[in-house]
């Protein structure tokens, strides 16, 4: 294990961000190495590894048409220039991109646990991206969906596409509330016993 920047687990959670603007400055490709290597360390039950990812540096030919089918599929769905243009946009920009991928199990169990695997694998990078200085935004929307884009990438057609990630130096510093996790819990305590 290898890291460059030490970090509280709790500061990594509580710091981490995502944004949608980036500065120019590089993201050392290093860092996504060492994002991508904690990744793989997520809880993964049987071990099936069923993680893919895809990593797109901005000038990238693929970036570039990854970019056009985002635009394309916006444009299909809502015949709308401008939100066709917002979409290539959001996949120009970044520094980096990383698509991730999901295997399927050999049955529906499995399959879940699998998908289950991978959003922790996000999640990891994500924190990781936080001891790196680097922003890490998880993208779900109409920018991925384009049916041509696993082909473009060289997915197999059986994986599901989980995530793109928009990686770079925050441009912004986004603030964000969660509600307190006692609202959420209901919990048993042991007879005679107090926390």
């Known amino acids: 294990m290898t ?5 509280s687990v709790y500061h990594a959670i509580y710091g981490r961000r995502s944004a949608w603007k980036f500065t ?3 993201v050392d490709l290093m860092a996504i190495e060492r994002m991508l290597d904690a ?3 997520a809880p993964n039950h049987r071990l099936t590894e069923p993680w893919r990812f895809f990593v797109l540096e901005q ?5 570039s048409r990854a970019a056009e089918l985002a635009a394309e599929f916006q ?11 917002a979409a ?3 996949v120009l920009e970044p520094p980096v991109i990383i698509y991730v991928y999901t295997v399927p199990g050999p049955d529906d169990e499995t399959t879940k646990e699998n998908y289950a695997s991978v959003c922790i694998a996000v999640h990891n990078i994500s924190l990781a991206g936080a001891a790196e200085g680097l922003a890490v935004t998880w993208e779900t929307g109409g920018v991925m969906r384009h049916p041509g884009l696993g082909q473009m990438l060289g997915a197999d057609e059986s994986w599901q596409m989980t ?4 990686v770079g130096h925050p441009g912004e510093h986004p603030v964000s509330r969660r509600s307190p996790a006692s609202g959420f819990v209901r919990w048993f305590k042991s007879k005679g016993k107090s926390i």
């Open 88 to 90: 290539r946009q959001k």
């Open 59 to 63: 000038e990238s030919p693929e970036r």
């Open 24 to 26: 120019d400055r590089p």
């Open 39 to 41: 990744a793989i360390w």
């Open 163 to 166: 995530a793109m990630l928009l």
């Open 3 to 7: 890291t460059t920047a030490p970090l």
């Open 75 to 85: 444009l299909e769905r809502t015949g709308d220039q401008r939100r066709a243009d």
